[in-house]
């Protein structure tokens, strides 16, 4: 197997030791790619068992300092196309723009719809959801207040959503963000998930965290 340059560098790197995030963050710097601004990749490991219906953690969130992500938001609606469009949406429609999902039309990243549009997306859930882009109500994306969630999405909201492992992948932030702003977007999901803590769940909750770039190494955090 052909060893890259950039993971020979890492060869000296100790990815045993548990760091506090923001030092993470800091030795993270050295290894990141200089042709593109990386995003700094948070993974948390819960111990919850998500075939229960109960421990199926999902959710948003506005990180206090954005993505860094331009977003593209599609807003399916009939009656607040105007609202959706003055609040910035890059795709607006009805079932004209259900049509072109179906036919594999994807130009965007969010999707929001009204909820008497819902009955009529069906059509496309077998198009949306494996992408996670099918609008759900306990999300806030099925809303007839578009302009709000449009607002919303721009400014800088996740999905966290607990995979299989019971593991919770999600991008909080750039490496060109100060690591004051990258350690307050972080802890900012831990204490989400620490809010919304299951009560079915039994002993330790959170198991582990670890953050990484894009294209570099991971680096174990102290969740404390």
Not at 6 to 29: C, G, M
Not at 99 to 126: C, H, L, Y
Not at 182 to 197: D, Y
Request: charged fraction near 25%; charge should be positive; proline fraction near 4%.
């Amino acid at each position: 197997m052909k060893v890259t340059k950039r993971k020979q560098t890492w060869a000296n790197l100790d990815t045993d030791k548990v760091y506090s995030l923001a030092d993470a963050i800091e030795t993270l710097r050295g290894y990141a790619s200089k042709k593109f601004d990386e995003s700094l990749e948070l993974a948390i490991r819960l111990g919850i068992d998500v075939t229960k219906a109960d421990q199926n953690i999902r959710g948003m969130l506005s990180l206090p300092h954005g993505t860094g992500k331009s977003v593209r938001v599609a807003v399916f609606t009939m009656d607040a196309a105007d609202a959706a469009k003055k609040a910035g949406a890059d795709v607006v429609g009805g079932e004209d723009l259900i049509e072109k999902v179906a036919a594999g039309e994807i130009n965007f990243d969010r999707v929001i719809a009204t909820p008497d549009m819902m009955p009529k997306m069906s059509k496309v859930a077998r198009v949306l959801g494996p992408k996670g882009l099918m609008p759900n109500p306990k999300l806030g994306t099925v809303t007839n207040n578009v302009a709000e969630a449009v607002a919303i999405a721009k400014a800088g909201q996740i999905e966290y959503r607990a995979e299989k492992k019971g593991i919770i992948h999600a991008g909080v932030g750039k490496m060109s963000f100060t690591t004051d702003q990258l350690v307050e977007n972080a802890t900012a999901l831990i204490e989400q998930l620490k809010k919304i803590k299951p009560a079915s769940t039994k002993g330790q909750y959170i198991l582990g965290v670890c953050v990484s770039t894009t294209q570099g190494p991971g680096l174990k955090v102290d969740a404390k």
